[in-house]
């Protein structure tokens, strides 16, 4: 587990959503694989989100982590319940998460609420992950678009909210990607490699 290191801090709060039934997947893969709720990240990945502290108190709000290093036995465990191609990697190399160096965010209110956005952190309904239990993935996957950063068909406050998130994010170390508002890879993130967990 060298340079994993595990996140603590009252700013952020912990919620790995595949560590519980109610994601995309639903189940609790991270429990079945024996890692359950355990937020760990690359320790450069912890330093940017340490930095952004006195933003976050400025703003009066905290951040939601959803997902940050996944290890890459809970990948190929979700790449086989979720086969959408595009959703998850089918290969945990090509995986951030797998690296340590993505993390999947929101913005929170002080009693951790979240903020309005275009969709749930993974696009997350339960309709949508009872269909894709089934395998149907065609609904879920016109959804998708509503994940992207150039959906703008959403309420004013949703866009702006997806919107400062980037902005906080992009000016603390971190890249956006186009199809998912709530993921954010390290920046120089091709020079880390995969993290096995042991
Ligand atoms: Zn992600």
Redesign the pocket.
Known sequence: MKNLIKFNDPHFIVDLMYARSNNMLSRPVYSEVGFGNQLYMHKDVAEKLLSLIPELEQMGCKMRIC?AYRPPVAHMRCVEVVPIKGFFRPEYQTSN?CHGT?V?VCLTDLDGNNLAYPTEVDAYTPEFAAQVAEGKFEEFQAHLKKARHDYFDASPEAIQNREELKCLMETHGFESIPH?WW?YNLIGWQHYPVIEWE
């Open positions: 997902d998460h993505a999947d998912e993921h």
